[in-house]
């Protein structure tokens, strides 16, 4: 009988794990089960680029030419809804039971539910895959107000593409500062400045008490008792792991399934990756990271060396408001032994050092000036022997020289 590895979930994870397992092995059978009526797309784009045409080829993590090519059967429109890790089998809503090789787990997670009253009134959106962006969209109307519930990245790119389609947005969010877990305290008030510049009203240190309207909102309560007036609420406040397909299985959990480094859950044979995967106690989240461990899942799945994923230094790019920054590493000065800070010509950055090392940098120079910063957190380039007092450029020309070829 010829191997089958059979992939659940139809994200980044899974592409990069069906890929990593092809280049491993030119022979075997391998197939993606996604509940989704569409072949892989990248998520990102959802807020990114809402107002775009999200059903077109430019969304799709690799075209279907591709998945052709290598020989990878893409089941859409399919829920896996049985593991029996003892038969090595699953089995589909329709009936189909597959028997694997290996068995991967890409369900990835579901944005996390606004426990508040009025969560469930029409016209209270989030946006986690292809068709909330389209009811989304659909419902719209001109002239209409909207609450964005969440300051994080994906809250504000979601505010911007609503602001540039011309409705009034405000943004509310719980924590002191906007993208409090990528930014400094001084880079979150000019981010704030710049969305109130625009037009976007901002409310911080405020949450959501209840949503009111009788059947479709009309408008939302914070916890100082204060109302907001709006016709729609989009909300971004987390994921929560989709771990409903393992709960009577013996694959261990805890936030999400729990893997190892080599990405293997306490069952044999069954390894999980994405959104899905906890390790170390922690459900990473990241684009990137779900990349690389679809990667190494899919490569120890298929190959007789075992490769070990490492945590990726988190990295974000964000293009928002006419604003083009990156945020890499840790930024929080209260973890950091120093930083030092630079606004020149309007571009504000700052680096975070810890034992003589640069473990974080914040800059408004946008994505190509990031390499250097990047390069310098991976590699826990050294900072001995350089005056801290100097200017920040000149501190990192002499940091680029220490850095790998």
């Known amino acids: 009988m010829s191997k089958h590895y059979v992939i659940v979930g139809s994200g980044v994870a899974a592409v990069h794990a069906a890929k990593a ?40 993590i690799k075209k279907e030419k591709w998945y052709k090519d290598n020989r990878i059967t893409v089941h859409t429109s399919t829920r896996v809804t049985h593991i029996n890790t003892d038969r090595r089998q699953v089995e589909t809503a329709d009936g189909r039971q597959i ?36 009811r ?17 990245v994906q809250g504000l790119e979601t505010a911007w593409a609503l602001h540039e389609a011309g409705y009034e947005v405000t943004v509310v969010e719980a924590a002191p500062r906007l993208m409090i877990r990528q930014l400094d305290e001084t880079s979150s008030q000019m981010l704030k400045e710049t969305l109130e510049q625009a037009g976007v009203k901002v409310i911080l240190h405020s949450g959501v008490t209840s949503i009111t309207g009788e059947e479709a909102v009309t408008g939302v309560t914070l916890d100082d008792e204060t109302t907001v007036a709006c016709d729609h609420v989009v909300y971004s406040i987390g994921i929560v792991p989709n771990t409903t397909l393992v709960k009577d299985t013996p694959i261990d959990t805890r936030s999400g399934i729990i893997v190892n480094s ?71 000065e209260s ?27 914040v800059s408004w120079e946008g994505a190509a000036a990031s390499l250097v910063y990047k390069s310098a957190v991976e590699t826990g380039c050294s900072l001995e022997g350089i005056d801290l007092s100097r200017s920040l450029s000149a501190i990192m020309s002499e940091v680029q020289t220490r850095l790998p070829n």
Request: glycine share 10%; hydrophobic share 40%.
């Open 21 to 60: 397992i092809r280049d491993q092995d030119p022979d075997t059978e391998i197939s993606i089960f996604g509940e989704e009526a569409h072949l892989p797309y990248n998520r990102i784009k959802l807020t990114k680029g809402l107002f775009t045409d999200l059903h077109s080829d430019k969304v799709l």
């Open 99 to 134: 028997v694997y090789h290996k068995l991967l787990l890409c369900m990835g997670a579901r944005n996390r539910a606004l426990p508040v009253e009025g969560a469930g009134l029409k016209n209270v959106h989030t946006l986690r895959d292809l068709q909330d962006a389209d």
């Open 136 to 152: 989304l969209k659909a419902s719209l109307e001109s002239g209409n107000r909207i609450v964005v519930i969440g300051g994080g």
């Open 262 to 332: 080599n990405m293997q859950t306490s069952a044999p044979h069954v390894y999980a990756a994405g959104d899905i995967a906890e390790m170390n106690g922690q459900v990473e989240g990241l684009w990137g990271g779900a990349m690389e461990q679809g990667r190494v899942a899919g490569n120890n799945m298929a190959a007789s060396e075992p490769a070990a994923y490492r945590k990726a230094v988190p990295v974000t790019y964000f293009n928002a408001f006419g604003i083009s920054l990156f945020s890499i590493g840790m930024t929080d």
């Open 335 to 361: 973890q950091c032994d120093l930083s030092v800070s630079v606004q020149e010509n309007g571009i504000y950055t700052q680096i975070f050092v810890k034992d003589h090392t640069i473990i974080g940098a």
